[in-house]
């Protein structure tokens, strides 16, 4: 089932990365790589351009991270003890910008910084732009992992530019990791 969404995704080109991105970006455990790494791929072999791949994939997990953020701020009003929500406030007063940014370089984290964002009711005016702008570099390095792999890819630039983007994804991870458990 998964491989036949995935070779429908490709079908429908940039239109289909997009839809697939609006679920990563929610709650939804998809993972970006499915499509991501294929994409880088086929990028190298001239059948996508990295520019659009990133700014379409960046802007659908930014949709996704909104609808997130409204859901949880609905939710929140409901069913959520004001005690915690003032917790979430406090962390986010903090944290939030630093978090929101960081996240979505995270293995494991991107897609549920959205919810506290929205318990917190962080700033959209922040909010929206620093999460297109960590989903594009996050989506931007698995974009260039993919393209490694490829027909194209056998230029020093193009190794040295992946290189540095993985061990800027690894690098923040392990400083998110590392905070949040001192938390």
Known sequence: MLELLIEMIFSIGYLGFFFYMILV??????PTQLIL???G???SEGKFDIALIVI????????????????????????INPTKIAKVQKFFNKYGKLSVAL????????QYISLPAGIAKMNLYWFIPL????????????TMIGYTFGGEASSSLTYFITTVAI????????FVYKEFKSY
């Open 25 to 30: 970006g929610t709650f939804i455990p998809l």
């Open 37 to 39: 790494l294929p994409a």
């Open 41 to 43: 791929f086929l990028a």
């Open 56 to 79: 379409v994939t960046a802007s659908g997990t930014t949709i996704g991270a909104t609808i997130n953020y409204f859901l949880a701020n609905y939710i929140s009003k409901k069913f």
């Open 103 to 110: 996240a979505p370089l995270t293995f494991g984290l991107g």
């Open 131 to 142: 999460i297109f702008i960590s989903n594009a570099v996050w989506n931007f390095a698995m």
């Open 167 to 174: 061990l800027i994804v690894l690098l923040i991870s392990s």
